[in-house]
């Protein structure tokens, strides 16, 4: 059995290939597979058009073709071979006010990739859930994603003098202003992982965090960030899966995260968490997490249980069930 693997461009963001590339090397060993990345960065009518054009031309009627998200549009030149789509969140239409934006977004990126594809996979039930408000389908399962297996258990003594907190992502969605504002007058170190805008540098200089922040950073360096902070913070707004959440648990660290979906499904109640309503919540909880030891123990514990959930092997077991379906159809 063959499997094509569809990718957007690497410069739009690397996350999804870093997802699938830890199930690919898993599913390679009983699989044949073949990787290809869409030359086109954006998404205007034109970009479209150069992308199916390029995945037109790599289609084969003998192999399952599987778009790994985001570039759902090029579904329209996979219509009569067999394809799977995974669908991470739709933020893509959430986020637009444009009714016409919105409406073509929903046309070629929603609606008409989830009526060509044979199954159509959710990283999380939330995603489902969504998916099913705005248009009717049958052919959806879920299939969580999988951790790296780079993240392994590194045992470390909690610093309770000065913690190293690791916020993940300066995106909207991310929630780094209301953490500024909740750790003023909290003695720690704040780790950020992306680029600052000019505003949360103004918030940081404001409620006078000490901080430092990186991005652009390898596996191996993520990996790393994660072994030397003390508490994983991810209070995020949105999210169509929240990835960090299990990495931190994997890696045996307190995670500080928010009481929304999907979140709550993928933490399974092996976090902090934190109602984002006001910062004296995410405050509160920071302290308890800081002074409470028997609390922290309780959560490493339950987050190293929780993270074999999302094995590699137990997730790419689940994809070849889903392959051999199809297969077989």
Not at 77 to 93: E, M, R, S
Not at 137 to 152: G, R, S, T, Y
Not at 163 to 189: F, Q, R, S, V, Y
Not at 246 to 256: A, D, N
Request: hydrophobic share 40%.
């Amino acid at each position: 059995m063959k499997i094509n693997y569809f990718f957007r461009h690497p410069k739009v963001g690397h996350s999804i290939h870093r997802v699938f590339r830890t199930l690919i090397k898993e599913l390679n060993n009983s699989l044949e597979i073949n990787t290809f990345e869409v030359p086109s960065i954006g998404s205007m009518p034109i970009d479209v058009l150069k992308n199916n054009i390029y995945t037109y031309k790599k289609r084969d009627k003998k192999s399952i073709h599987h778009v790994t998200g985001h570039i759902h549009d090029v579904l329209l030149a996979l219509i009569g071979v067999k394809t799977v789509l995974t669908i991470h969140d739709l933020v893509f239409l959430d986020n637009v006010k444009n009714p016409i934006k919105r409406f073509y977004k929903w046309l070629f990126w929603l609606y008409l990739p989830i009526k060509i594809a044979d199954k159509v996979v959710c990283i999380s039930n939330q995603t489902k859930q969504n998916i099913l408000s705005k248009i009717k389908a049958d052919n959806l399962i879920v299939i969580h994603n999988a951790v790296d297996p780079i993240f392994v258990y590194s045992k470390k003594e909690f610093n309770q003098e000065k913690p190293i907190i690791l916020h993940i992502g300066t995106g909207w969605n991310k929630n780094l202003n209301m953490t500024i504002e909740a750790l003023a007058e909290i003695d720690c170190h704040l780790r950020i992982i992306g680029k600052l805008n000019k505003k949360q540098v103004h918030l940081l200089e404001k409620f006078k965090i000490e901080y430092t922040s990186i991005y652009n950073l390898s596996d191996e360096e993520i990996r790393q960030e994660y072994i030397n902070c003390d508490i994983v913070n991810f209070p995020s707004i949105y999210e169509g899966f929240g990835m960090p959440v299990i990495e931190g648990q994997q890696t045996g660290r307190i995670v500080v995260t928010s009481k929304i979906e999907p979140i709550i499904e993928v933490a399974n109640d092996a976090v902090a968490f934190v109602n984002l309503e006001d910062a004296n919540s995410l405050k509160e909880t920071y302290l308890k997490v800081i002074n409470d030891s028997t609390y922290r123990q309780q959560l490493i514990e339950k987050g190293l249980k929780n993270a074999e959930r999302f094995s590699v092997k137990n997730i790419a077991l689940q994809y070849k069930e889903l392959y051999q379906n199809l297969d077989k159809e």
